[in-house]
DNA sequence: GGTCATGCCAATTGTAATTA
DNA sequence: TAATTACAATTGGCATGACC
């Protein structure tokens, strides 16, 4: 008998568990053996260890597995996990009700055009203060009732910054008041900016607000889709026109550490069921990213018709 | 994997110019 | 004046690519 039975041994009498023969079923040894891969490595060190309940010592004299059993319930299959240092609940933000947080930052920049020439997406102008940067995160790509937006973020030209505001809801009952906050930034005046957003986004949060019996803010507003211009543009040149890559080519940004939007269902959903907010917070990060990218992208394609009127001048010249 | 704006191409339709 | 031709504009179908 070894040192570290004897001392198992001493520790069930101290639970008050009564000694008893190796199980008839085998499934406890099973269990046994799922634990010690839970919680050790290879070399038998303790590989992570996670936030515990006081464990419910089982009644003398009963078999669990035979319970188990009996009940049609499964033995937990131990997951790989993060390790603990990284395990937190913490979320950022001013909670605006319950499950609904606000995040606001602003970003100095040079000053934007008092009026945005938007010819590139065949529309006239729009004014700086009337335009509003918006991108949402939600639980799919499918579409549909089952589909939901669980952020919103925004940016405006607010006081010489870039205001970036960003809603998302913590509890799935809080989406109603986040609809109601998102509609509150709008007004008739306002200029939708997005990428995608008038296949993807925008018909999202329409389906969300007829589900929630609300008035659709976006309804009838004009709405710059970003994607479309910088396809007709750059088609030729570029691998392919997604954000990132209009960002990267055009704004010189590389993002890292960047957590995929389709990583985001999964980062949320996870959050819900009582796991770390840390891929949360990465998604709100990638969010505000899109939103910073989508101020940028839009001052570039304003200076397009400027820069292509130089261009024929000069051919012009050159003749 | 669903949706939708867009681009592309071909077919169709409308209009103006030309000819007998 | 009617028939023919050429060109432009419109329409419809299909493919593509972007969003999470």
């Known amino acids: 008998m070894s040192d570290l039975a004897a001392r198992l041994r001493a520790l069930r009498k101290q639970a008050g568990i009564r000694e008893s023969g190796p199980s ?49 319930v499964r033995e937990r299959v131990s997951q790989p996990r993060a390790p603990l240092r990284s395990y937190t609940r913490d979320v950022p933000g001013d909670e605006l009700s319950p499950g609904l947080r606000l995040l606001e930052q602003r970003f100095a920049s ?75 930034w709008i007004d008739p005046h306002t200029v939708l900016v997005s990428y995608n957003g008038k296949s993807y986004d925008a018909p999202l949060l329409a389906t969300r607000y007829r589900l929630a019996r609300l008035a659709n803010p976006l309804s009838g507003l004009t709405h710059v889709d970003l994607l479309h211009p910088m396809r007709r543009r750059y088609r030729q040149d570029w691998e392919n026109c997604k954000m ?15 957590l995929p939007g389709s990583e985001a269902p999964r980062a949320w959903l996870s959050y819900l069921r009582g796991g770390a907010s840390t891929d949360l917070v990465r998604v709100a990060d990638h969010n505000l990213q899109d939103v910073r990218s989508l ?22 010249y050159k003749k």
């Open 24 to 72: 008839p079923t085998g499934s406890a040894p099973a269990r046994s053996r799922s634990a010690a891969d839970a919680s050790s490595g290879p070399s038998g060190q303790t590989a992570r260890r996670e936030p515990t309940l006081p464990a419910k010592a089982p009644r003398p004299g009963i078999d669990l597995a035979a319970l188990r059993r009996m009940a049609g």
């Open 110 to 184: 040079s000053e934007p055009p008092a009026e945005f020439d938007l010819t590139f997406a065949r529309l006239a102008t729009a004014r700086r203060e009337h335009l509003l940067h918006f991108d949402t995160e939600t639980t799919g790509l499918a579409g549909g009732t089952g589909t939901r937006a669980f952020m919103i973020g925004a940016a405006d030209w607010h006081d010489g910054a870039l205001r970036v505001r960003q809603l998302y809801i913590t509890t799935m009952a809080a989406e109603t008041a986040m609809l109601k906050a998102f509609s509150e």
């Open 295 to 316: 101020s940028g992208l839009l001052i570039e394609a304003h200076g397009w018709a400027e820069k292509d009127a130089l261009a024929a001048s000069l051919a012009d």
């Open 244 to 258: 990132q890559t209009a960002e990267r080519r055009l704004l010189r940004i590389v993002r890292e550490d960047d």
